[in-house]
């Protein structure tokens, strides 16, 4: 009988990314072996070996948006999570933080992975009131009264732990 090994814990880095509007940029994605599978995300992913977790926030938005952000802000939160991506097992824990930008259109050349490519939708700018009432699948679910205590200047201090 073979038991299902625990997949592995994956750290990683995500920003809320807000332009001079106050707009939050958000990743559609979809899982390519299941088309059907899709989902708004905040750009971000895996630390490097010996990265810092801000380092890895600042590299991502590169290479993911091409936007260049000098500085990244508090972090928010925190999100552990366990899904199914391509038909294997994932565990992730990411910490997002507090980024601004002046820029609505890529600086420098983006460099996405070939996982990314293939599940890569689009990417776009919303405002709060648009993500609150969006339709498709945020991650986190709570992202629209997360940003919405973060614009009202009611996020907490201390950043949250978030669970899926």
């Known amino acids: ?8 814990l994956r750290v990683g880095a995500r920003v809320l990314l807000l332009n001079r509007a106050d707009e939050v940029l958000l990743i559609h994605a979809r899982d390519p072996d299941n088309p059907g599978h899709h989902w708004w995300e905040l750009p971000g992913g895996g630390k490097e070996p010996g990265e810092r977790l801000e380092d890895t926030a600042r590299r991502e938005i590169a290479e993911e948006t091409g936007l260049v952000v000098d500085e990244v802000g508090r972090k928010l939160w925190t999100r552990e999570s366990r899904f199914t991506y391509r038909g294997h097992e994932h565990h992730r824990l990411d910490h997002v933080y507090l980024a601004r930008t002046d820029h609505d259109a890529p600086q420098v050349a983006l460099r996405h992975t070939a996982n990314e490519r293939v599940g890569l939708i689009e990417r776009r700018w919303w405002s709060a009131a648009a993500v609150s009432t969006c339709r498709d699948k945020l991650l986190p679910a709570e992202l629209p009264d997360l940003l919405l205590a973060l614009l009202e200047d009611r996020f907490p201090l201390v950043p949250l732990a978030l669970i899926a």
Do not use: D, I, N, R
């Open 1 to 8: 009988m073979t038991v299902a090994s625990e997949p592995a």
